[in-house]
């Protein structure tokens, strides 16, 4: 993906390119980080004991079922060098979280892509590519970069179906956005399903981008395994604090959720609205199936100082914002909209038709 900033570059004035919350979390956040820092010449419990004694009592779940680590993505770089040793294949959607592909090309295993359809992922063709060697899968759910949402019986029924040998993982990262609406929601029913292991993050819904705190959630022969390969003292003193104190307010992080997702639909109506085409996202962020124009629209917001994500030759995801970043994003579509002799997206809706030559998503 492009339109990142580099570390230390003066940023944009809207950084829409990373999807994170918009403001900290919760109230009292800052009195906890400044109490864990008074123990930073300690080192931190190896196991983060009292946030996986909070993560498990949160979803309901037994305690020798939660591994945390640094992010999710590095618990996700764990699962694939564990389950799909050199030369095994991981199955996943393209396009998909860059974390992916590092992680498969770090454990040395075989990518295998399956394109997605109607920006959503294509369960039957994912199915159809588990071989003898497939050692892995992985299924984003909300999905990134897409923000569609599978619905909850489709993928239970796909995540039955998956052979045993093949370890399925259940990304989760964008859960908390997608609310009840037929949307899997992966601790009521990993107990049930021996291969499979979801993830959850603190970055995204939880406002803890900067700290690094992620955790999976499966059955203890899996947990077990997970747990010796992710090295002691992964979770450190601050983090620990600041992941157990927004579970502890999850009230408060659920209502700036709420807001997030009013944004959300405000802006996918504005500019389908205005013509462009908008994915039905279930996340905190908006994707435009923009195709070859994605780069120019890049350009284009970065020139107005604001910082979106393209994935070359598909589209652009746009994170929700506070409001002001909001409004900013639309003055500038409705601008390039007015600009464009020819419509500027396929249509208002995802079903609608594409432009001459292009494929839906592409």
Not at 100 to 121: M, S
Not at 141 to 162: I, M, S
Request: charged letters at 25%.
């Amino acid at each position: 993906m492009t339109g990142v900033t580099e570390p230390g570059a003066s940023g944009p004035e809207h950084r829409l390119s990373l999807n994170e919350m918009p403001a900290v979390p919760v109230t009292g956040l800052d009195e906890a980080l400044r109490d864990a820092l008074r123990g930073a010449h300690r080192y931190p419990d190896p196991f983060a004991r009292e946030l996986t004694a909070a993560i498990a009592a949160t979803h309901s779940v037994p305690e020798h079922d939660v591994v945390t680590g640094p992010g999710s993505a590095v618990i996700l770089q764990h699962v694939i060098q564990w389950a799909a040793p050199r030369r095994g294949e991981v199955v996943y959607a393209r396009p998909s979280f860059d974390a992916y592909p590092l992680a498969v090309a770090a454990a040395g295993a075989t990518a295998v892509e399956i394109p997605l359809r109607d920006h959503r992922h294509d369960l039957p063709r994912m199915l159809a590519a588990v071989t003898p060697d497939t050692r892995a899968l992985v299924v984003c759910n909300p999905h990134n970069p897409t923000g569609t949402a599978l619905g909850a019986d489709a993928l239970l029924a796909f995540l039955r179906a998956v052979p045993e040998h093949v370890v399925v993982v259940l990304d989760e990262a964008y859960r908390e956005f997608a609310g009840d609406k037929d949307t899997l929601d992966g601790p009521d029913v990993y107990r049930g399903l021996p291969n499979v292991v979801v993830l959850r993050s603190f970055s995204k819904a939880y406002g803890l981008a900067g700290l690094r705190v992620g955790f999976a959630l499966a059955r203890r022969e899996v947990a077990d395994v997970l747990r010796t390969r992710l090295l002691p003292f992964a979770v450190g003193t601050v983090a620990e604090a600041a992941a157990r104190t927004v579970l502890a307010r999850r009230s408060e992080v659920y209502a700036r959720v709420d807001r997030v997702v009013a944004e959300r639909d405000r802006l996918t109506a504005e500019l389908r609205g205005q013509g462009w085409e908008v994915a039905p996202s279930a996340a905190n962020f908006c994707w435009l199936p923009l195709g070859s124009r994605s780069a120019a629209f890049v350009a284009a917001a970065a020139r107005e100082g604001i910082l979106v994500r393209a994935v070359a030759g598909e589209g652009v995801r746009v994170t929700v914002g506070d409001p002001a970043a909001n409004d900013a994003v639309l003055r500038l579509t409705a601008r390039l909209a007015k600009e464009r002799e020819e419509p500027v997206g396929p249509a208002a809706s995802v079903e609608g038709p594409t432009e001459p030559g292009e494929a839906p998503g592409d």
